[in-house]
């Protein structure tokens, strides 16, 4: 309990540290927000226009569908904020050796490795994926109100799996030196979570439900809220599933730091 | 006709240069041939979802099911021939001071720097884009080109694809160093360009007055109008006039090119660092 009051408390001295840093600059702050909230917009334009000309699509209503889609924006929010350092892992901090620096501290590599910068303009996602909500919810004749009171909870056990599967990915560049990149195809396969699972055939079901298990991080937290009792167990299950691949992620990083050899620059 | 070559032969080397620098990064490619059945075969699911709701042999926007399918599977292979990343290439060269070592050179920046996308592309057209092709004929029902006529001209106009998106990145490049958030700016551009280019969706879903301003803009000829060439969609005095269009593009964005560079390089100060 001590160890979890020490590191919630480090993670918001990192993230106001870094904060105050970054709004500095704070026209420069705004610029990269609005770049950041028109590539979201771009992207969900896309869903709005296609969906909103169909009724239902595989038996759901199109203010389903928004809400499906803005929910998906929550734990992909919170997951872009803090995963900007996973994706340079290797070349920043192997490479470089950065990682000599972080080792050097009292305090879980891997916690700073992912909290020692932020993409705060990713914070967008997040408010726009609520307005989205909002604007089912309003739609919606009914909608379950635990359902909805659990989604924040819900969106960060999305976030947790999200980091835990690329930090999986990313544990592998202490073994394997010629990165081959495995991260960007992953990467793409959460857009799949995005949209009803039902309109994908059982092989897409089965791979987003076990392997890559995307459909927990943003598919199945929707199924209390928009009362899909076939999806509940799923939806109940989401905890467990972020936490054993949470644990996975941390015992693959203690393993991969204890075969760590510093490259000496 | 020597002065030429040997005026294109720097050029040439540059181009040859970028090809063998990403040759030694191929096993990413491997990887990347899933990432762009991915994307692909996502955009299958919906339109086969939104397909069967209107029931068997409807047409959405004047596609037929197969003619979608062709124009997501086209589309995306063409993505992966003509996709280059000299914005960020030139923005980190003007952020890092490496400019200075191009700077030097005698060569014209704009030429180069479109000789090393065109050769990254080269790379590409073999190891990416016709795995991909392959991939995706051998996995979903895509439909051949419709004549051999629209083959010829939808490879005419990807090339130009590459040629404008080499152009359109050279000037988002040379205004994205302005801002200190350069990677935000890209990431932004290529969420929005997606769905301009008619890479998502065909411009036929747009609404009435978004498609007006669209074809005024030069990045329907990203996806949209050899995807209409290969389908058979734009023909004969149509696919000249689109054609036409998009080469004008290219010759209007590299001039702007050429422009903000001029701009640019007034105000850069190579420090001795």
Same mark, same amino acid.
């Given at each position: ?49 296609l ?25 992909y ?15 920043r ?24 910068s ?148 | ?11 040439l ?39 069967h ?17 062709t ?13 280059n ?65 629209a083959? *010829? %001209?939808? &490879? /005419?106009?990807? !090339? +130009? ?6 152009? =359109?990145?050279?000037?988002? #490049? ?24 008619g ?11 978004v ?40 010759? *209007? %964005?590299? &001039? /702007?090119?050429? !422009? +903000? ?6 105000? =850069?100060?190579?420090?001795? #660092?």
């Open positions: 309990m001590r160890r979890v009051r020490f590191h919630a408390r480090l993670l918001a001295l990192y993230f106001a540290q870094y904060a105050k840093a970054r709004l500095a600059y704070r026209a420069d702050f705004a610029a990269a927000a609005l770049a950041s909230f028109l590539g979201t917009a771009a992207s969900f334009s896309v869903v709005l226009l969906f909103s000309r169909f009724p239902h699509l595989a038996g759901w209503t199109f203010p389903e569908i928004v809400f499906l889609y803005g929910f998906s924006l929550l734990p929010g919170l997951f872009s904020v803090v995963s900007s350092n996973l994706w340079e892992f290797a070349d901090y192997l490479v470089e050796g950065r990682f000599d620096r972080i080792l050097l501290r009292p305090v879980s590599p891997l916690f700073q490795v992912l909290f020692e932020f993409r705060l303009e990713s914070l967008q996602e997040v408010a726009t994926g609520a307005v989205a909500i909002g604007w089912a919810v309003s739609r919606l004749p009914d909608v379950s109100p635990l359902g909805l009171a659990l989604l924040p909870l819900w969106a960060v056990f999305g976030a947790v799996l999200y980091v835990s599967v690329f930090g999986l990915l990313t544990a592998a560049s202490f073994w394997v030196e010629d990165r081959v990149g495995l991260a960007p195809p992953v990467f793409n396969l959460m857009s799949f979570g995005r949209y009803p699972i039902t309109i994908y055939d059982l092989k897409v079901k089965l791979l987003l439900s076990t392997v890559i298990p995307f459909a927990f991080a943003s598919f199945y937290p929707t199924a209390l809220a928009l009362r899909r009792g076939e999806y509940l167990p799923y939806f109940w299950a989401v905890p467990l599933v972020a936490v054993v691949f949470a644990l996975l992620n941390v015992a693959l990083w203690r393993r991969g730091i204890a075969r760590y050899g510093s490259t000496g620059s | 006709m020597t002065a030429l070559a040997a005026a294109a032969r720097p050029y080397a540059f181009a040859r240069t970028s090809f063998l620098n990403i040759l030694a990064y191929r096993a990413r490619y491997f990887v990347g041939v899933l990432t762009y059945f991915f994307n692909a075969t996502v955009w299958y699911y919906i339109w086969r979802a939104l397909f709701e209107k029931g068997e042999g409807a047409t959405l926007g004047g596609f037929t099911f197969p003619q979608m399918l124009y997501v599977a086209t589309g995306w292979a063409l993505r992966s021939f003509y996709f990343e000299v914005d960020r290439d030139i923005a980190s060269q003007v952020r890092e001071g490496r400019l200075a070592m191009t700077l030097v050179k005698p060569v014209d920046v704009q030429a180069m720097t479109l000789s090393q996308a065109l050769g990254e592309s080269a790379f590409r057209l073999v190891l990416f884009t016709l795995p991909i092709g392959l991939l995706l004929v051998v996995v979903y029902p895509v439909l051949p080109p419709a004549s051999p006529a083959l *010829a %001209l939808y &490879l /005419l106009s990807g !090339l +130009l694809s590459a040629l404008l998106v080499g152009a =359109i990145n050279f000037c988002v #490049g040379l205004v994205a160093i302005r801002t200190t958030s350069i990677l935000g700016v890209l990431r932004a551009k290529y969420l929005v360009l997606e769905v301009l280019s890479l998502l969706v065909p411009v036929a879903f747009f609404p009435e007055p498609r007006k301003v669209l074809v005024w803009l030069p990045f329907l000829h990203m996806n949209d109008t050899p995807g209409r060439i290969w389908l058979g969609l734009a023909t004969g005095a149509d696919a000249a006039r689109a054609l036409g269009l998009q080469a004008a593009w290219v010759v *209007a %964005l590299l &001039l /702007l090119g050429r !422009l +903000l560079w001029k701009a640019t390089a007034r105000r =850069i100060e190579v420090q001795g #660092g």
